[in-house]
């Protein structure tokens, strides 16, 4: 699979109801938490490699300034039509767009790429006035698997590989954390029983009680968060950093 997505890609990846599924609820919510922490109110925050654009409507819908930009033709729903554009290199953008921006998002983007330090170099120098760069990439080596293959990932990070790189392109780290500890337990003893993984990434069906053990596995997850050291491994990293090198 190649860094460009189809259209059969976006559809596999973001089914209609994906956003309700118990990985982007607690996903999502770490994201506004570590935003809301180290942002202003109306800071612009720019999500590249926004697939669908549902965590860019997620962070519109909780006040957040968010606007989207994905390189491949991805359908996008009229909630957020707005506020991402398609078939678009983030980087042809306006120097007046990019200097609005105060906070860049890519999202389990660089994983995809076989040179990730020149992508967050062009971040640092294209986003003159960017303050933050948040960044979560899938995590653990040892975790890797079909899955993998099949989205096009070309590594796992460990969390000091991670802050290598970004440090590397010219950002100092200031958070950077495993999350998704009970979910790197279950994916462990999957691969120690041999268990394939499936390429899909189904949301939950409209039974009531698949619905219920999403929004249950979510709560747990939020609550995982709050209470689990981020330096347990997990199956996600994210990272905050800031222009501007220092030590490790």
């Avoid at 957040?64 to 033709?73: M, Q, S, T, W, Y």
């Avoid at 983007?109 to 006035?129: G, Q, S, T, W, Y």
């Amino acid at each position: 699979m190649s860094e460009l997505y189809t259209v059969d890609d976006y559809h596999a990846g973001y089914p209609a109801g994906i956003e309700t599924h118990f990985w982007h609820r607690t996903r999502h919510d770490a994201l506004s938490r570590i935003l809301r922490r180290h942002l202003p109110a109306q800071s612009r925050i720019m999500d590249i490699g926004c697939g669908m654009g549902i965590t860019t409507r997620y962070l519109r819908e909780r006040g957040f300034d968010c606007r989207g930009v994905e390189l491949g033709p991805a359908p996008i729903s009229e909630a957020v039509a707005n506020y991402v554009q398609t078939d678009t290199d983030v980087f042809s953008l306006s120097e007046d767009e990019r200097d609005a921006v105060d906070c860049v998002l890519l999202l389990d983007v660089i994983e995809h790429m076989a040179e990730p330090n020149e992508m967050l170099d062009k971040v640092r120098c294209h986003f003159k006035n960017c303050r933050y760069l948040l960044l979560t990439v899938p995590a653990r080596q040892e975790l890797w698997s079909e899955y993998d293959e099949a989205w096009g990932h070309i590594k796992r990070y460990s969390r000091d590989q991670l802050c290598e790189d970004v440090q590397a392109a010219g950002f100092s780290v200031r958070y950077c954390a495993y999350h998704f500890q009970a979910l790197y337990l279950a994916a462990r003893l999957a691969a120690a029983l041999d268990l394939s993984r499936s390429r899909d990434f189904a949301p939950p069906n409209r039974h009531p009680i698949s619905a219920a053990m999403h929004w249950l596995v979510a709560a747990l997850g939020l609550l995982e968060n709050r209470l689990i050291p981020g330096a347990l491994p997990g199956s996600s990293l994210f990272c905050l950093a800031e222009p501007g090198n220092s030590p490790a």
